[in-house]
T-cell receptor, first 111, second 111 residues
Framework: QKEVEQNSGPLSVPEGAIASLNCTYSDRVSQSFFWYRQYSGKSPELIMSIYSNGDKEDGRFTAQLNKASQYVSLLIRDSQPSDSATYLCAVRMDSNYQLIWGAGTKLIIKP | DAGVTQSPTHLIKTRGQQVTLRCSPKSGHDTVSWYQQALGQGPQFIFQYYEEEERQRGNFPDRFSGHQFPNYSSELNVNALLLGDSALYLC??????????FGDGTRLSIL
């Protein structure tokens, strides 16, 4: 059974600090990795995609991938109250079309 | 440029009924995926449509069926509704295997 694991949280971070969200996956063949943000009652919104080992930065967001450790993370710098949401990690094998999702980590940014 | 649109927004049905949910993909997208998301859980893959055919299916019973039209829009049909089918149903579109973008979802409640 292919699995994607996330700490459900809530993760509480002071405004202006760095929020670190983690995700592990079980299938070594996984090749594509995605972070989505989901506000309560809304649909997931794509934040970042990452396909190769290392860091990928986009504004205040940095995704980090380590395929050897089967680990992908999302860092949010200068956290804002508007970043408070559930962050979902999704994984896909290139030979497959479906996304396998974690249950999400609830992030709370405290003013 | 319209994003992914889903209809209806909310729907209330009773057990045993049938329901049809609709999705129009983002302009330029040719692939539509459907997901079921229960409260507090990550999305669960139902199936994906490409070139008017079901390309891959998740672990859902045959009561769940779908269709893709020549204009790439899609429908999700669920027969013999059960209480457990109550969830947020999400449609996501993409161009080929590019990152998926979600519509606002249909909230289905079964009484």
């Amino acid at each position: 059974q292919k699995e994607v694991e996330q700490n459900s949280g809530p993760l509480s971070v002071p405004e202006g600090a760095i929020a670190s969200l983690n995700c592990t996956y079980s299938d070594r063949v996984s090749q594509s990795f995605f972070w989505y943000r989901q506000y309560s009652g809304k649909s997931p919104e794509l934040i970042m995609s990452i396909y190769s080992n290392g860091d990928k930065e986009d504004g205040r967001f940095t995704a980090q991938l380590n395929k050897a450790s089967q680990y992908v993370s999302l860092l949010i710098r200068d956290s804002q109250p508007s970043d408070s949401a559930t962050y979902l990690c999704a994984v896909r094998m290139d030979s497959n079309y479906q996304l396998i999702w974690g249950a999400g980590t609830k992030l709370i940014i405290k003013p | 440029d319209a994003g992914v649109t889903q209809s209806p927004t909310h729907l209330i049905k009773t057990r045993g009924q049938q329901v049809t949910l609709r999705c129009s993909p983002k302009s330029g997208h040719d692939t539509v995926s459907w997901y079921q998301q229960a409260l507090g859980q990550g999305p669960q893959f139902i199936f994906q449509y490409y070139e008017e055919e079901e390309r891959q299916r998740g672990n859902f019973p045959d009561r769940f069926s779908g269709h893709q039209f020549p204009n790439y829009s899609s429908e999700l049909n669920v027969n013999a509704l059960l209480l457990g089918d109550s969830a947020l149903y999400l449609c996501a579109s993409s161009f080929s295997n590019q990152p998926q973008h979600f519509g606002d979802g249909t909230r289905l409640s079964i009484l």
